[in-house]
């Protein structure tokens, strides 16, 4: 079956530091991937998303690429702000449902 | 453009009673989907309406819990009797097919606590 795994958290990080979320996949198929957030006291939001190999998307400073090779979807952002703090799940879409992952819990400190 | 919206936002209930949430899709969207997400694990899928029929309700866990469409607009997740596991945070999310690059919008979620 289809299954997500996500870098564990909870990550603080200071602000203007490099992030790096891992997520790694396994599915059927050729599935679109996509990272979703989630700021206190808000609902999900799609953050970015790739739908074939090499696709690299790209939000507010925060890219991923699809990579089938290593079934990999690394969330990155070059510097992180205070306002970045959130919950972030990779997901990938396969037949019109969305597997997510656990969710990294983010605090970004001053 | 209004969004999915969810009522209600919180609902604290006891063990045995019965609950219902209601979604409210982003008009214009034909298919609405139910997740939840129990104690602070995975988000998980539970069903897929596409207008008023169920595409998809293989993550639906038990009897329980019934789902309606009526007339391919809003939708209610009833959970009848509650148990304690039904606990975490129900998502109603919406979208409008494009081939394969499809995406869905999310609600702001219900939390829902069985005591």
């Known amino acids: 079956g289809n299954s997500v795994t996500q870098m564990e958290g909870p990550v603080t990080l200071s602000e203007e530091a490099f992030l790096t979320i891992n997520c790694t996949y396994t599915a059927t198929g050729y599935p679109s991937l996509f990272w979703y957030v989630q700021y206190p006291g808000e609902g999900l939001q799609l953050l970015l998303k790739?739908?074939?190999?090499?696709d690299k998307g790209s939000n507010k400073g925060f890219e991923a690429t699809y990579r089938k090779e290593t079934t990999s979807f690394h969330l990155e952002k070059g510097s992180v702000q205070v306002s970045d703090s959130a919950v972030y799940f990779c997901a990938l879409g396969r037949n019109e449902k969305l597997t997510f992952g656990t969710g990294t819990r983010l605090t970004i400190i001053p | 453009e209004a969004g999915v919206t969810q009522f209600p936002s919180h609902s604290v209930i006891e063990k045995g009673q019965t609950v219902t949430l209601r979604c409210d899709p982003i008009s214009g969207h034909d298919n609405l989907y139910w997740y939840r997400r129990v104690m602070g694990k995975e988000i998980k899928f539970l069903l897929h309406?596409?207008?008023?029929?169920?595409?998809?309700e293989s993550g639906m866990p038990n009897n329980r819990f019934l789902a309606e469409r009526t007339g391919g607009t809003y939708s209610t997740l009833k959970v009848q009797p509650a148990e304690l596991e039904d606990s975490g945070v129900y998502f109603c999310a919406s979208s409008q097919v494009r081939g394969q690059t499809y995406e869905q919008y999310f609600g702001p979620g219900t939390r829902l606590t069985v005591t």
């Open positions: 790739a739908t074939k190999a090499d």
């Open positions: 309406f596409v207008k008023e029929s169920k595409q998809d």
